[in-house]
């Protein structure tokens, strides 16, 4: 959740009610968007 909260803002609240599966693919999709930002730098 926190990799999660870091990248999108979401509060810890907005994804209490995820599934473990559904949070793991947003997981995924937080670090596919850190990756990208750090590449442009």
Same mark, same amino acid.
């Given at each position: 959740?926190?990799?999660i =909260?870091?990248?999108f803002?979401? /509060?810890p609240?907005?994804?209490?009610?995820?599934?473990?599966? @559904?949070? =793991?693919?947003?997981r995924?999709? /937080?670090i596919?968007?850190?990756?990208?930002?750090?590449?442009? @730098?």
């Amino acid at each position: 959740m926190a990799d999660i =909260a870091c990248v999108f803002h979401w /509060a810890p609240e907005d994804m209490a009610p995820m599934e473990l599966e @559904e949070l =793991a693919g947003w997981r995924e999709k /937080a670090i596919d968007r850190l990756k990208a930002l750090n590449r442009r @730098e």
